[in-house]
């Protein structure tokens, strides 16, 4: 473990902590998925059908890396453009729904069926999931 020996308790670093606190507290909560009752079916299969993940990939990709899903996802080039912890909430909410979005589409485009399923069991059919897929603001 490092030790850096850097006083946190000077004025000016104290002051410098403050102030990221206050730029980046929110108490904003949006909730990013679908109102489409066979989403959670997809997602997670049945013992009829196997799963056709949709939000758990964008959810993973993500956390894999934050900051580059955010830049990735967005139309911000680098996390000092983003003015509040307000507009990083929203911006991460919307990013996330969209990838959800991208991985539906992905997956009616190819219209395949997942590895290791039986050749018969019909190709995939998402409807009009993609259509209702939302970041809503909840609080």
């Not at 206050?22 to 989403?39: F, H, I, L």
């Not at 729904?97 to 069991?121: F, I, L, W, Y």
Request: net charge negative; glycine share 6%; aromatic share 8%.
């Amino acid at each position: 473990m490092s030790n850096f020996n850097i006083d946190l308790d000077t004025a000016s670093v104290a002051e410098s902590l403050d102030d990221e606190r206050d730029k980046w507290e929110t108490s904003r909560v949006y909730v990013a998925g679908t109102n489409v009752e066979y989403g959670v079916y997809l997602e997670f299969g049945t013992e009829n059908m196997p799963p056709y993940p949709w939000a758990r990939p964008a959810i993973r990709e993500f956390k894999a890396n934050p900051e580059e899903f955010l830049l990735d996802n967005t139309g911000f080039s680098t996390i000092d453009e983003i003015p509040n912890g307000d507009t990083l909430v929203r911006a991460l909410s919307n990013a996330v729904a969209g990838k959800m979005e991208d991985n539906v589409n992905a997956q009616d485009a190819s219209r395949d069926r997942s590895p290791g399923t039986d050749p018969e069991h019909p190709a995939r059919d998402t409807g009009n999931l993609t259509a209702d897929i939302k970041a809503v603001r909840v609080k």
